[in-house]
């Protein structure tokens, strides 16, 4: 970041009480925003967006972030070049209604950011996938650019390089933000965006020598690995599938197993192209409120799914069963172009506009069918590869490194750096075989639920003191047309909100770039009316077409 923003971040405001502007000036309204990925970087945008370009009130905004770099956040910080995003570089961006951002700014010279950075080398192509860590860097770009517009309107940015691991609820618009060292900092407003929960510790492993429970960055632990080693890794997915691609390209040579609970194997990214809902629509879904007041039933969903799906040419039953066929086939299926999932792509895609509110729609004992029936089923076939990603499975397949096994019951640890895992078929004993590995790396993904023995000490803390609960259906509660925290009293908590993981029980899907900005801009949106400050038109597309906030 530049020398700006790095000496802003070294700046730790002492916020005493009395730190107030001249008498003749309004107090200044003060936000904290905890975690600086993603999205924070979209909840900035979103003030810009409706803060009034001549509104009266002094606001004040902090950034807490523990570790080193700020826009990138956990999910998209400087790791492996091997790990890609699964969305190509013209439809990757952090607005939701700009989907070209990320390549216009490639092409007004974010790809020259460093000399030696793979995508300079190689060049960005609209319809190719980047590296994660590439798009971390658009993130952080573009994080200087809110900041600099911000303080163009009189908003004063501040970053803060520590971990946050408490907030004290005083009143509805007063919290005390403690950091890691003990010191607190009264706020206002306070805006929970941590990213991702760790992995759910599945077999009780976290501890054992060898033994990774949260995956990325993979820098962490690649080159303790050695090239001959057997490595489990618990998943089948996009996650498991980038971890043995890293090891492939670092030339590890002994055994990797995928170890998964079933036979749901992830599709391959296609072309994305348009499609309009006609059945899983926002007006259908009122009239199903309309006749169901204490919430709408999963069957009732299903049923406009199902003709959703056959108006785009899929087969219901046959695209949600378990394969029955082996993952090396099936990846070789999806790269011969014998399995054509392109319909399924553009209707998942055109979803994410509704699917929250069909979600919160849904009684609680259905939310809870459909997280037992059908979640694994959705997510396994909502996040698809990379199609670079899914030749180098089908290479390591080939080679004989790569093994799948499904239906893992249970890892031990089984000596110092030794691992056996037992899979076979529940009551098939006779099918059932033991598998040693030297290392086990879990690739289940983020954890809906929160609290667990991995969890953040700012996430177990408010547990503690009641300022959060839990969803049952993952993350914690929240009003859902605010992302509002509510507290242990049931009570939403004014000035006190969620982005991102953490609300993944209230809206469902929440992991996409378009979700994050969405909510974001909501936040943004409600503290600003909130205030009372009149909102005025303008539009945040055409403030990122302006030349002045591009990175130079």
């Known amino acids: ?37 993603a999205a924070a970087v979209a909840t900035l945008f979103g003030l810009l967006e409706y803060l009034p370009s001549n509104f ?34 013209s439809t990757t961006s952090i607005f939701a209604h700009h989907a070209e951002d990320f390549w216009e700014w490639t092409l007004k010279g974010g790809c020259g950011i460093s000399s030696d950075h793979v995508m300079s080398r190689s060049g960005v192509a609209p319809y190719g996938y980047i590296s994660r ?4 860097m658009y993130l952080k770009s573009r994080l200087e650019d809110a900041i600099l517009a ?41 805006i929970l965006c941590t990213g991702n929960n760790s992995p759910q510790d599945i077999f009780r492993l976290v501890g054992k020598s060898q033994y990774v429970n949260n995956p990325y960055p993979v820098n962490n632990y690649l080159k303790l690995i050695k090239r001959t080693a057997s490595v489990g890794i618990i998943g089948g997915q996009l996650t ?29 990214r296609c072309q994305q192209r348009k499609y309009a809902l006609k059945y899983l629509t926002l007006d259908n879904l009122e009239i199903l409120k309309s006749k169901n007041n204490k919430g709408i039933s999963v069957r009732q969903v299903l049923r406009l799914a ?28 999806l790269l011969d172009g014998g399995r054509d999932f392109s319909s399924w792509q553009n209707l998942a895609i055109k979803t994410d506009a509704v699917i929250g509110d069909y979600w919160n729609a849904l009684s609680s004992s259905d939310k809870e069918l459909f997280m037992n029936k059908f979640h694994r089923l959705w997510a396994a076939k909502r996040v698809p590869l990379p199609m670079h990603t899914a030749l180098k499975l089908h290479s390591l397949f080939q080679a004989g490194i790569l093994t799948h096994h499904p239906y893992l019951r249970v890892i031990h640890a089984s000596g110092r750096n030794r691992f056996t895992a037992f899979v076979g ?35 177990k803390n408010l547990l503690k003191s009641g300022a959060i609960i839990k969803n049952p259906h993952g993350g914690i509660m929240l009003d859902y047309e605010t992302s509002i925290v509510k507290s242990a009293s049931h009570r939403s908590l004014n000035y006190f909100y969620a982005i991102g993981q953490l609300t993944s029980g209230t809206y469902y899907f929440v992991s996409s770039l378009d979700m994050v900005s969405m909510r974001a801009k909501n936040v943004a949106r409600h503290i600003v009316e909130s205030l009372g400050l009149r909102q005025d038109q303008k539009e945040i597309y055409k403030q990122t077409q302006d030349e002045s906030l591009y990175a130079s």
């Open 1 to 37: 970041m530049s020398s700006k923003f790095t000496e802003k971040s070294l700046n730790h405001h002492d916020g005493s009480s009395d730190d107030t502007v001249s008498s003749e000036t309004q107090t200044i309204f003060r936000i904290a925003i905890i975690g600086s990925g």
């Open 56 to 89: 009266n009130k002094k606001f004040q905004i902090t950034i807490f972030e523990k570790s080193f770099g700020f826009g990138p956040g956990y999910a998209y910080q400087c790791d492996s070049n091997e790990l890609l995003m699964n969305m190509t570089s």
């Open 133 to 136: 860590q590439f798009f971390g």
């Open 150 to 190: 911000l303080e163009e309107l009189g908003v004063e940015v501040i970053l803060v390089n520590v971990e946050v691991v408490d907030i004290a609820v005083l009143s509805d618009n007063k919290f005390n933000v403690i950091a890691s060292g003990g010191k607190s900092t009264e706020f206002n407003c306070a």
């Open 240 to 268: 498991a599938a980038d971890i043995a691609v890293v090891l492939a390209n670092h030339g590890h040579q002994g055994p990797i197993n995928f170890f998964t609970r079933d036979s749901n194997f992830p599709l391959a």
């Open 306 to 333: 199902r003709k959703e799906f056959l108006r785009a040419g899929i087969a219901w039953n046959t695209f949600f069963s378990p394969s029955n066929i082996e993952y090396s086939r099936w990846i070789q299926s």
């Open 425 to 459: 078929e529940s009551g098939e004993s006779q099918s059932s075989i033991e598998v040693d590995c030297d290392w086990i790396i879990n690739a289940t993904g983020p954890a809906k639920d929160i609290g667990g023995s991995t969890e953040m000490p700012l996430i």
